[in-house]
């Protein structure tokens, strides 16, 4: 387990819009689950149980930072946290960290964050998840920075998602985004997505800004929307 403190200030560097973030402390692993976020529990394994305990726990403390009192938070139909009115929200885990992130939905439209362990991805994931042009622009700017990015692409697509489809509602396969990484330096940067079409969706794909960075053998990456940047049209 790192640094949770640490943690935090990189977690909440992500988002240009004002966000609280929580990195969930050993102790969170084997936190209460509360009312409705029992549902199935019993049926789980231990790891899933104890990272989903972490995650809510650390939510928890994020919201508490907004001034929002302690409450249940639980999966809705899609499986993502239901969060507060009026708040916007995110929660991911990996071996070794465990977060959450939120803000105010009048000033965050939307808010995706992944984090995953910075290793490189197998070849059958890698053709799953980047097509072939991804690939080549990966592999350039890995040769420039030294340092395999796949992970990074893989945690991007998923913070894009996340942060996407509350505003849109439709899914979407890694094979209908295409993604597109900058770096600032070897272990931070930027990223921007596009999705095919002219629609809301492709609007609200334009509109999203994403960001990552590496850190202690971890893949953070984060991506939103501002309420101010939010297409017309779009929203829950």
Do not use: N
């Not at 994020?62 to 946290?81: F, T």
């Amino acid at each position: 387990m790192q640094d949770p403190q640490r943690f935090v200030a990189i977690v909440e560097a992500l988002f240009a819009g004002p966000v609280r973030a929580a990195v969930a402390s050993p102790a969170m692993y084997a936190a209460p689950l509360l009312g409705a976020e029992a549902e199935g529990a019993a049926r789980w394994t231990p790891k899933r149980r104890a990272e989903f305990a972490a995650g809510r726990a650390a939510a928890r403390v994020a919201l508490a930072a907004l001034g929002s009192p302690p409450q249940e938070l639980p999966r809705r139909a899609d499986r993502a946290p239901a969060w507060p009115a009026g708040i916007v929200g995110s929660i991911s885990h990996c071996d070794g960290c465990c977060a959450a992130v939120v803000g105010r939905r009048a000033e965050i439209a939307a808010l995706g964050f992944d984090v995953e362990v910075a290793q490189g991805l197998p070849p059958g994931l890698m053709d799953v998840v980047f097509g072939d042009a991804e690939r080549r622009d990966l592999e350039a700017l890995a040769a420039r920075l030294g340092r395999d990015l796949s992970p990074v692409g893989f945690s991007a697509k998923e913070a894009f998602y996340k942060c996407w489809r509350p505003l849109v509602g439709a899914f979407l396969d890694f094979g209908e985004v295409s993604l597109r990484l900058e770096a600032h330096d070897a272990g931070s940067g930027a990223f921007r997505v596009r999705v095919a079409g002219d629609g809301a969706g492709a609007a609200v794909a334009a509109a999203v800004q994403g960001r990552w960075r590496l850190a202690d053998g971890l893949a953070f990456t984060g991506a939103a929307v501002t309420a101010t940047a939010l297409p017309d049209g779009a929203g829950p």
